[in-house]
């Protein structure tokens, strides 16, 4: 079974630029997550989608985060302008959510690295 | 909003010494998840937890949700080397939605 799909792996970007980040989740999870990493401290939930909808963006900064799941499957994650404070490992997670078993697990793409110069 | 501590943030041993890392909320929780994250990695699921007092086992790796069920605790018997990781405990927040735990850090020395 295909694990979770995230790209680019690296982004290397100027303050004030915009990058996106995509996401397919595992076939069939209607939940998906986007998490920021900061180095040395633990996920920080950004934007959790059931299906095509969203159930909680409270931590999302929406003066220059979006996201969007248009479809319910694949999404993507953009930042327009980007701060330094963004450099962080954005971590895309999927779950059967509602569409299925759930075990408490998340299951995790390799993430995108991004720095902002 | 809920907050999930762990400590202690860093641990360094010996390989083949013990290991346990607690996971402590202000709150009640419905239940609790564990997972590693290897250098450079992304994490991994190892257990979820939802019963008050619940002990399991993998390997050399014991969980424990306290009976009150507001922390957690994961002690890792006979370190290895490939133990090396950071560990972190999640817990559920509404539907479906986790929260993460800031994460202790462990380096084993061979």
């Known amino acids: 079974e295909a694990g979770v799909a995230q790209s680019p792996r690296y982004k290397i970007i100027e303050k004030r630029q915009s990058v996106a980040f995509w996401c397919n989740p595992i076939s069939g999870h209607a939940t998906l ?33 979006s996201a969007e799941r248009l479809k319910g499957v ?8 980007a ?7 954005y971590l895309c997670a999927s779950s059967p959510g509602l569409a299925g078993v759930n075990t408490g697990e998340l299951f995790f793409g390799e993430g995108s690295r991004l720095t902002v110069l | 909003g809920q907050q999930v501590m762990q400590i ?43 019963k008050s007092g619940e002990v399991k086992k993998q390997k050399r790796l014991t ?3 306290g009976e009150a069920k507001k922390n957690s605790s994961l002690h890792i018997t006979a370190t290895q080397t490939t ?20 994460g202790t850090r462990l380096k084993v020395l061979a």
Request: glycine fraction near 8%; hydrophobic fraction near 30%; charge should be neutral.
């Open chain 2, 8 to 50: 202690p943030q860093y641990q360094h041993v010996q390989e083949g010494e013990d290991f346990t890392t607690y996971c402590n909320s202000s709150t009640t929780l419905s239940n609790i998840q564990w997972y590693k994250q290897r250098p450079g990695g992304h994490p991994v699921f190892l257990i979820q937890l939802v």
């Open chain 1, 33 to 65: 997550y986007w998490y920021q990493q900061i180095l040395g401290q633990g996920p920080k939930l950004l934007i959790q989608f059931q299906n095509n909808g969203v159930v909680d963006d409270s931590q999302l900064p929406k003066d220059r985060f």
């Open chain 1, 83 to 89: 701060k330094l404070e963004d450099s962080a490992v």
């Open chain 2, 83 to 102: 133990d090396v990781g950071t560990y972190f405990c999640s817990c559920s927040r509404g539907t479906y939605k986790y929260i993460f735990g800031t």
């Open chain 1, 74 to 81: 694949d999404s993507t994650l953009k930042i327009q302008p």
């Open chain 2, 63 to 65: 969980f424990q949700f």
